[in-house]
């Protein structure tokens, strides 16, 4: 009782799938994906069997139509069900069982596969399909969240919305597993989930940007470490985590003015921020001045 999409980026070679759906959690159970193997989804009368065992045969060797067959064969309840998969080359094999409630049905294009079933209309998939098309430019992540908007405004799952989930990994595996995963958000229960589930992501992203401007900081690269932070700060104003760091680094680096007024953001979101200033002082893990740390902080007069 849900729509989705799994595909592959033709120019990274990243995986992906998302989901929307009127059931708790349904992330959790619909969205499979690895990296330099594929990326499934289960849904309808959702088997996760389907979802591990898929990789599992995709890993092995089996191109997505191989290894949806195997499992189709192996499950009796096959009429119900509703299951895509995308291969790590960008081949790609969907089903909807004959007892899928309706509205139900797929599209496969060139390496990606919308599928839905208990929609209100039939023009769900198709909807999702040309707006995944079109929206060729943008990166994987948000072309699956652009399709899923597509499938809401076409009257989506019958029963309304709760849950939504974004998976994304990198197309080829690297030396740290634990690097290879781009996206993986889930909003499991939420009036809106997809407006929801798209906030997450540009958070997420937002958060990233501190990471890669801590990497140009070390390199000595401060104006390009400032651009990416201030993005982050400019995306998401109100977010005390982004404001305080940033503004630890501005005042690292004789940009004391930048930095009070940015840390203020965090000082105002609550009073811890101000004595884990005072601590990373005391303990050393900040190279700025008495003074300056003095005049960040609201006590400060300044």
């Given at each position: 009782?849900?729509?989705?999409?799994?595909?592959?980026?033709?120019?990274?070679?990243?995986?992906?799938?998302?989901?929307?759906?009127?059931?708790?959690?349904?992330?959790?159970?619909?969205?499979?994906?690895?990296?330099?193997?594929?990326?499934?989804?289960?849904?309808?009368?959702?088997?996760?069997?389907?979802?591990?065992?898929?990789?599992?045969?995709?890993?092995?060797?089996?191109?997505?139509?191989?290894?949806?067959?195997?499992?189709?064969?192996?499950?009796?309840?096959?009429?119900?069900?509703?299951?895509?998969?995308?291969?790590?080359?960008?081949?790609?094999?969907?089903?909807?069982?004959?007892?899928?409630?309706?509205?139900?049905?797929?599209?496969?294009?060139?390496?990606?596969?919308?599928?839905?079933?208990?929609m209100m209309n039939a023009t769900v998939w198709d909807a999702m399909a040309g707006t995944y098309e079109r929206a060729a430019d943008e990166d994987l992540p948000h072309r699956l969240?652009?399709?899923?908007?597509?499938?809401?405004?076409?009257?989506?799952?019958?029963?309304?919305?709760?849950?939504?989930?974004?998976?994304?990994?990198?197309?080829?595996?690297?030396?740290?597993?634990?690097?290879?995963?781009?996206?993986?958000?889930?909003?499991?229960?939420?009036?809106?989930?997809?407006?929801?589930?798209?906030?997450?992501?540009?958070?997420?992203?937002?958060?990233?940007?501190?990471?890669?401007?801590?990497?140009?900081?070390?390199?000595?690269?401060?104006?390009?470490?400032?651009?990416?932070?201030?993005?982050?700060?400019?995306?998401?104003?109100?977010?005390?985590?982004?404001?305080?760091?940033?503004?630890?680094?501005?005042?690292?680096?004789?940009?004391?003015?930048?930095?009070?007024?940015?840390?203020?953001?965090?000082?105002?979101?609550?009073p811890g921020w101000e004595e884990l200033l005072r601590r990373m002082a005391a303990d050393g893990f900040v190279d700025v001045s008495r003074e300056t740390i003095a005049m960040l902080?609201?006590?400060?007069?300044?």
């Open positions: 009782m849900t729509y989705s999409i799994v595909a592959r980026d033709p120019n990274t070679g990243d995986l992906g799938v998302a989901v929307q759906s009127h059931w708790f959690a349904a992330g959790d159970v619909v969205m499979w994906a690895e990296p330099g193997v594929g990326a499934v989804a289960t849904q309808a009368l959702a088997e996760a069997a389907h979802g591990a065992l898929g990789l599992q045969l995709m890993r092995a060797g089996k191109s997505a139509s191989e290894a949806l067959a195997a499992r189709l064969a192996a499950d009796d309840g096959r009429d119900h069900r509703q299951v895509a998969m995308v291969d790590a080359t960008g081949r790609i094999a969907a089903h909807t069982g004959s007892r899928c409630l309706h509205e139900a049905g797929h599209r496969a294009g060139a390496g990606f596969s919308a599928q839905a079933n208990m969240l652009d399709a899923l908007d597509a499938a809401e405004a076409e009257g989506g799952d019958i029963r309304g919305k709760q849950a939504a989930g974004i998976l994304v990994v990198k197309g080829n595996p690297s030396e740290k597993p634990w690097e290879d995963t781009i996206v993986h958000l889930r909003v499991d229960d939420h009036p809106e989930p997809l407006p929801e589930l798209r906030r997450l992501v540009e958070l997420k992203f937002s958060y990233d940007k501190l990471d890669s401007a801590e990497k140009l900081e070390l390199a000595g690269d401060l104006e390009g470490a400032f651009r990416i932070q201030m993005e982050a700060v400019s995306a998401f104003p109100d977010n005390p985590e982004f404001a305080f760091w940033t503004a630890v680094s501005l005042a690292a680096h004789d940009r004391a003015e930048e930095a009070r007024e940015t840390i203020r953001v965090a000082f105002r979101a609550h902080l609201p006590d400060s007069g300044a």
